[in-house]
Nanobody
């Protein structure tokens, strides 16, 4: 069993930065692919970034070069550093743990088993 709790959301002006955190509990947390998703009102949930156990990462095209996903297994924490934020980044952000992935240059993760409750990010123009 893995529990995920996000924090770090808030309101920021365009061009600003935020760092989201996802605190994980569970003995096997470090063995999962970890991802960030987001969902804006009236839109479908979309994947933002993945990080697998090898440390490889992948990003949605819309955030490449602006967002950085990382994990600190010693602290049981997943991060999403978000820079150069845009109004279209406004959404609820969720972290999730997946049991299956393809470890390649841009890893793909699936079979998501655990989800956090989300943290709101609002970017004003």
């Amino acid at each position: 069993q893995v529990q995920l709790v996000e924090s770090g959301g808030g309101s920021v002006q365009a061009g600003g930065s935020l760092r989201l955190s996802c605190a994980a509990s569970g003995a096997t947390w470090s063995s999962y692919c970890m991802s960030w998703f987001r969902q804006a009102p009236g839109k479908e949930r979309e994947g933002v970034a993945n990080i697998v156990t090898s440390g490889r990462t992948s990003y949605a095209d819309s955030v490449k070069g602006r967002f950085t996903i990382s994990r600190d297994n010693a602290k049981n924490t997943l991060y999403l550093q978000m820079n150069s934020l845009k109004p279209e980044d406004t959404a609820m952000y969720y972290c999730a743990a997946a049991t299956t992935w393809v470890d390649r240059d841009e890893p793909i993760c699936y079979d998501y088993k655990y989800w956090g409750q989300g943290t709101q990010v609002t970017v004003s123009s």
